[in-house]
Nanobody, 125 residues
Framework: QVQLVESGGGSVQAGGSLRLSCAAS????????MGWFRQAPGKEREFVAA????????TYVDAVKGRFTISRDNAKNAVYLQMNSLKPEDTAVYYC??????????????????WGQGTQVTVSS
């Protein structure tokens, strides 16, 4: 059974930092892209960042460019999201996701087959 388990969420003040981790089990994703999405209260889930299978290509939504960094460790079957200069509008449940077959950086929910349960990030002003 494939599982993606996020950790590292929490509450911080604006300007602070958090590092989210996502550990995969049940299959290896070393040949697949991986991504992060988020869903704020009352809003649809949105793409945040994605990383190619070898880490060579990363893609971000404009709202987080320059503040968030996605990375991965294929030896650990894990992906990370370093979030700096956090803003109240970054408050959301953050989800780790993996596609079944994409090598590069898909940005649509429909392109992802596996999802974690989410971790809450709350940024106060």
């Amino acid at each position: 059974q494939v599982q993606l388990v996020e950790s590292g969420g929490g509450s911080v003040q604006a300007g602070g930092s958090l590092r989210l981790s996502c550990a995969a089990s049940g299959r290896t994703f070393s040949r697949n892209a991986m991504g992060w999405f988020r869903q704020a209260p009352g809003k649809e889930r949105e793409f945040v960042a994605a990383i190619s299978w070898n880490g060579g290509i990363t893609t971000y939504v404009d709202a987080v460019k320059g503040r968030f960094t996605i990375s991965r460790d294929n030896a650990k079957n894990a992906v990370y999201l370093q979030m700096n200069s956090l803003k109240p509008e970054d408050t959301a449940v953050y989800y780790c996701a993996a596609p079944g077959s994409y090598y590069y950086t898909p940005t649509k929910e429909s392109e992802y087959d596996y999802w974690g349960q989410g971790t809450q990030v709350t940024v106060s002003s």
